[in-house]
């Protein structure tokens, strides 16, 4: 079998020793960020780009994946102890974890969480592996009239998920796809929209709107609430990590479940890990014989959204290994990270750097059996950390940012441009828009441009190629079918429904 | 006389809200006559603060609304970059003002977002309407910034619509004092990190943003500020070999 070759020469890659070890700092950073609350994935993982030139490009791609998986472990922890969530996408661990620790139960809460997250990571570690080499096939088969009928269903996707007013999702793609052409044009090399400023001929950095808008404007809009939050630990020592046999058996088929939803949304464009935690634990709350066991300390509360968030964050790279496409922020800064290697992403990644590829699938395997341990025995070291106090990490972030963002280009106005969009992010969370898709569309705008001016090049002007092609027809019937569908009113009712019971 | 406050009320915030719209349409032209002032000094390149005072002056009162009788008449001639400013910019923005006089805005969040979105997408019009538009059934370089554009002007005046028909929250509450210090911070560190070097930048910087909340305990944030400062000064020049200045140019010369 081709995939067991290939697997077999993932893990030869991913065990070498520096490999190993950047795999053991990403678990590790990954964890620490998912603990801390205040400080995000996707600003890390900006933060981090610039100290990745140094690297070996496979190393460099483990570590980032690393933490991107590592933060959704750490973020389970800090729920169900603190009651805060340290990442957006154990929000809704928190419900009913937290309710088990104050029972007395944050052991098997814990452990449920590790096992869970431990299980959908080697489900979606094999899920990646068996369908990377036939999507790879089918991308080939793409033309440019399918690439942006897939982008416009991914950036749909997103608005789909997106919570709050579909209007406003919508607004905030098409900001981000305006931000994506400040620079120079891809074909004529005409400057668009830089008003002769050197520094934005090459256009606006994504690592630089990406930490502006999560990490500058996040730090802004915590000191509002005042920097003391609230943090009443669990004070009782954690004891008795183990699960009983009920909670085993009330769990597993909660995982099982958790998984394969999440490892369908994190495929999908615009999906990502929040959107499955979210969707799993609604779900576990449908199916529950008895409802109102929710929010009163149920472990498939905590098993579901675990295993759910793990899985999309990993099968997430599907699109970006096969077709070069992110389906979310995350993944886009990992583009920045591969072409900083000078890898371009797509199809041919596959074939041109196999050590790439399956080295970082065998390395997320080994990853989460390091965060298990990373996990378990040494959650008291995590929930010390908490005890550190806002306004001595905010400084601290501040200047880990400037200085990664300085020295991603060694531009100081990279710098005062990533404050500007710290503001406008703040601007933008104070009147309910959220930045999410706004960076989506600020990733794909580049890719969706050129595939649309190429697909009107080759039919010769004519629009009709889109809906003529049937993959790309197929695609966006789709999308209209998603969209018509949230529009429906019925529909926006019951999403607004989940999403403000998972707010709780 | 509930009725007649809470008329009053609304009618205040109304004005305020409309007055804020009428500085936004004229903000780029401020923000150039501001940037000017600098090269009076040598600092940048650009016009002098007079000849952008003058020729915006006259794009506003004059040339904007010249091109637009002269459209009317059929005489296209091709109009200056600071006339486009007004016509594409500032005069819809204006407009927008004027009307939300008249308005009963039911959600101040929603209204407002949507109108700045607007003037946001009216500027990256103005800033495209340079570029070369379609070439036969080719795309020129301004066709895309165009259409996205457009688009952007439409679901803007469209969320400020929702503010007008449907009720929502009001404007949030913005505070000063976070924002302004890490800013601060920011932009200190981008001017001092090449004359002044990591250490002495990072370390002030970190200094200035502390000051963002009154939490902040002078000691420790001193002892953990040298502590990140020392801590950066190693991992990013010597560990991660990033090349970057470490001490002030005048002490290293």
Redesign the interface.
């Known amino acids: 079998m081709d995939i067991f070759a290939n697997l077999a020469h993932g893990f030869a890659v991913a065990l070498s020793p520096i490999n190993l070890l950047m795999c053991l700092i990403g678990a590790l950073v990954g964890t620490l960020v998912g603990v801390l609350p205040g400080i995000g994935t996707i600003a890390t993982v900006a933060m981090l780009l610039p100290i990745t030139f140094g690297l070996p490009p496979v190393g460099a791609l483990i570590m980032l994946a690393g933490i991107y998986y590592g933060a959704q472990y750490g973020g389970s922890t800090t729920s169900i102890l603190v009651n805060i969530p340290g990442e957006a996408t154990s929000v809704v661990t928190a419900i009913d974890g937290h309710q088990m620790a104050k029972q007395g139960r944050a052991g098997p809460a814990l452990a449920i969480a590790a096992i869970g997250s431990f299980f959908a990571g080697c489900v979606a570690t094999v899920l990646i592996a068996v369908l990377g080499a036939p999507l790879t096939k089918l991308a080939l088969a793409f033309g440019p009239a399918e690439y942006f009928s897939l982008m416009v269903l991914g950036l749909i996707f997103a608005v789909v998920l997106a919570k709050g007013s579909v209007l406003k999702a919508i607004a905030m793609i098409v900001f981000g796809l305006l931000l994506s052409m400040v620079g120079s044009d891809i074909e004529t090399g005409a400057s668009r929209m830089a008003f002769n400023i050197p520094e934005l001929a090459d256009g606006l950095g994504f690592a630089t709107v990406a930490m502006g808008v999560f990490g500058f404007a996040e730090i802004i809009r915590n000191l509002d609430a005042g920097a003391e939050m609230n943090r009443d630990l669990v004070q009782q020592k954690i004891t008795g990590l183990m699960p009983t046999k009920k909670d085993l058996i009330d769990s597993t088929p909660a995982i099982l479940r958790g998984t394969v939803l999440g490892s369908i949304l994190g495929i999908l464009p615009g999906g990502g890990a929040v959107i499955a935690s979210f969707a799993a634990y609604t779900l576990e709350k449908k199916l529950a014989k008895n409802p109102s066991r929710f929010g009163r300390g149920a472990i498939e509360g905590v098993a579901a959204p675990e295993s759910a968030n793990n899985a999309a964050a990993q099968t997430s790279f599907i699109p970006l290994l096969t077709l070069g496409i992110p389906p979310n922020a995350v993944m886009a800064l990992m583009v920045g990270a591969m072409t900083i290697h000078g890898i371009v992403p797509g199809p041919q990644v596959m074939q041109k750097q196999p050590d790439l590829v399956w080295g970082m699938i065998a390395s997320m395997w080994i990853g989460n059996l390091m965060l298990i341990i990373i996990n378990l025995p040494l959650v008291g070291i995590w929930v010390r950390l908490l005890r550190v106090p806002y306004r001595l990490m905010f400084p601290s972030i501040v200047i880990f940012c400037a200085i990664g963002i300085y020295s991603v280009n060694n531009a100081p106005v990279d710098v005062i441009l990533a404050g500007v969009f710290g503001l406008v992010g703040y601007w933008l969370i104070k009147h309910d828009f959220e930045p999410a898709p706004l960076l989506l569309g600020m990733v794909l705008g580049p890719l969706m441009e050129e595939n649309l001016r190429r697909a009107l090049l080759i039919s010769r002007g004519d629009w009709s190629v889109f809906l003529t092609r049937p993959l790309s027809a197929v695609l966006l019937a789709i999308a209209a079918f998603l969209l018509t569908l949230t529009l429906l009113p019925m529909l926006r009712a019951k999403r607004d429904e989940v999403f403000t019971e998972s707010e709780n | 006389m509930a009725e007649t406050m809470g008329h009053s009320a609304t009618a205040t915030r109304n004005t305020s809200v409309a007055i804020g719209f009428c500085l936004l349409a004229i903000a780029p032209q401020i923000f150039e006559f501001i940037w000017s002032i600098g090269t009076i000094f040598g600092w940048g390149a650009g016009r002098g603060p007079a000849t952008v005072l003058i020729s915006h002056a006259t794009a506003l009162f004059g040339g904007a609304p010249a091109v637009l009788i002269g459209a009317a008449s059929g005489d296209t001639k091709k109009a200056s970059s600071d006339v486009l400013l007004a016509l594409i910019y500032s005069y819809p923005i204006f407009a927008v003002a004027i009307l939300t006089f008249f308005m009963t805005i039911r959600s101040a969040?929603?209204y407002?977002?949507?109108i700045?979105?607007m003037a946001?997408?009216l500027f990256?019009l103005w800033?495209?309407s340079d570029?070369?538009g379609m070439r036969?059934?080719?795309?020129?370089?301004?066709t895309?910034?165009r259409m996205?554009?457009g688009?952007?002007v439409a679901?803007?005046a469209?969320?400020a619509l929702?503010g007008l028909l449907a009720d929502g929250?009001a404007?949030?509450?913005?505070?000063w004092?976070?924002?302004m210090f890490?800013?601060a911070?920011?932009?200190f560190?981008?001017?001092a990190?090449?004359p002044l070097g990591?250490v002495v930048s990072?370390f002030a910087?970190?200094?200035i943003?502390?000051l963002?909340?009154h939490?902040?305990?002078w000691v420790?944030?001193i002892i953990?500020?040298a502590c990140?400062?020392a801590g950066?000064a190693l991992l990013?020049p010597y560990v991660?070999?990033?090349?970057?200045p470490m001490f002030p140019r005048f002490l290293v010369q």
């Open positions: 969040q929603d407002v977002g949507g700045v979105l946001l997408a990256a800033a495209s570029l070369q036969g059934f080719s795309f020129g370089a301004g895309a910034p996205f554009g688009l952007l679901l803007g469209g969320i929702t929250p404007m949030a509450h913005y505070s004092r976070g924002p890490v800013m911070s920011i932009v560190f981008a001017l990190i090449r990591v990072a910087s970190f200094l943003a502390a963002g909340t939490e902040t305990r420790e944030t953990v500020g990140l400062t950066c990013f991660l070999g990033l090349p970057m």
